[in-house]
Antibody
Framework: EVQLQESGPGLVKPSQSLSLTCSVT????????WGWIRKFPGNKMEWMGY???????SYNPSLKSRISITRDTSKNQFFLQLNSVTTEDTATYYC?????????WGQGVMVTVSS | DVVLTQTPPTLLATIGQSVSISCRSS???????????LNWLLQRTGQSPQPLIY???KLESGVPNRFSGSGSGTDFTLKISGVEAEDLGVYYC?????????FGSGTKLEIK
């Protein structure tokens, strides 16, 4: 069974970088696409970007040059880095597999940006 | 960006009632390859979102057939024929036709 699990710090200071890891079991990240999505307080959801089976990436332009998604195929993990965070980046962050849709999701990690 | 407008924002239903959620797009979601990449997801409280429907009307494996999707172009509908208690949560439409992928604003289904 495909399982994804996010990990990373729950608290980040403004202007610093947010770094999260998504560990995948039951499926190789060298197939399909692997994305990051966040849910803000309230119901708003935002697609942040994905990394493909080949390592190519696509990002939401709203995140401009602040975002980077990378991977380690030997560990079957992919990563999110978001630079220069502000309080507006406070959200629950999810990783998910993208095939015909986001069909498998991690449980999510809540990240608060605060000094 | 494509804006997906969901209505109503909140839905109050009794068990067994049939309900519908609308998702209207700011532009056509028909892709040049002929597919329409409009999906529906449900997020129950305290859980991750789970997929319900993809390509407008195709039911994800394991999803009860009381869920159905329809629509084309810019107007889409999710219907639940006979709400059950386990259906409560927030429903989202999401489009993959245009970059960046975008979500609807969500519809919270509450059970009376």
């Amino acid at each position: 069974e495909v399982q994804l699990q996010e990990s990373g710090p729950g608290l980040v200071k403004p202007s610093q970088s947010l770094s999260l890891t998504c560990s995948v079991t039951g499926y190789s990240i060298t197939s399909n696409y692997w994305g990051w999505i966040r849910k803000f307080p309230g119901n708003k959801m935002e697609w942040m970007g994905y990394i493909s089976y080949s390592g190519s990436t696509s990002y939401n332009p709203s995140l401009k040059s602040r975002i980077s998604i990378t991977r380690d195929t030997s560990k079957n993990q992919f990563f999110l880095q978001l630079n220069s965070v502000t309080t507006e980046d406070t959200a629950t962050y999810y990783c998910a597999r993208y095939r015909r849709e986001f069909d498998y999701w991690g449980q999510g990690v809540m990240v608060t940006v605060s000094s | 960006d494509v804006v997906l407008t969901q209505t109503p924002p909140t839905l109050l239903a009794t068990i067994g009632q049939s309900v519908s959620i609308s998702c209207r797009s700011s532009q056509s979601l028909l892709h040049s390859n002929g597919n329409t990449y409009l999906n529906w997801l449900l997020q129950r409280t305290g859980q991750s979102p789970q997929p319900l429907i993809y390509l407008v009307s195709k039911l994800e494996s394991g999803v009860p057939n009381r869920f159905s999707g329809s629509g084309s172009g810019t107007d889409f509908t999710l219907k639940i024929s006979g709400v059950e208690a386990e259906d409560l949560g927030v429903y989202y439409c999401m489009q993959f036709t245009h970059y960046p992928f975008t979500f609807g604003s969500g519809t919270k289904l509450e059970i009376k």
